[in-house]
Nanobody
Framework: QVQLVESGGGLVQAGGSLRLSCATS????????MGWFRQAPGKEREFVSA????????LYAGSVKGRFTISRDNAKNTVYLQMNSLKPEDTAVYYC????????????????????WGQGTQVTVSS
């Protein structure tokens, strides 16, 4: 079993930055990929970014590419999401998750391919 706890969310003005953290505990020997998703009110949970265990491969949704950066520190069992140039449309609850696979693929975009989730952290971007 793996537990994930997100932190770092908050209220920020458009154009600002936030860094989200996802601390994992429990079965931390897993070398599976990890991802970030987000869910805005009334919308489906959508893929944001994913990263392999060694950080060698990353994926980004088109809407965040060039603005967000995913990274991980395996010594701290933590995955990060640096979010720059934030826009009001980035407002959502952000969730981290452990993928079922080690590598990234087209399946990394879909939430059913992740089997452990955190409780989420709210990000609100004001205009």
């Amino acid at each position: 079993q793996v537990q994930l706890v997100e932190s770092g969310g908050g209220l920020v003005q458009a154009g600002g930055s936030l860094r989200l953290s996802c601390a994992t505990s429990g079965r931390t020997d897993s070398r599976n990929a990890m991802g970030w998703f987000r869910q805005a009110p009334g919308k489906e949970r959508e893929f944001v970014s994913a990263i392999t265990w060694n950080g060698g491969s990353t994926l980004y949704a088109g809407s965040v590419k060039g603005r967000f950066t995913i990274s991980r520190d395996n010594a701290k069992n933590t995955v990060y999401l640096q979010m720059n140039s934030l826009k009001p449309e980035d407002t959502a609850v952000y969730y981290c998750a452990v993928a079922k696979s080690v590598s990234l693929s087209g399946g990394s975009w879909f939430k059913q391919n992740y089997n452990y989730w955190g409780q989420g952290t709210q990000v609100t971007v004001s205009s």
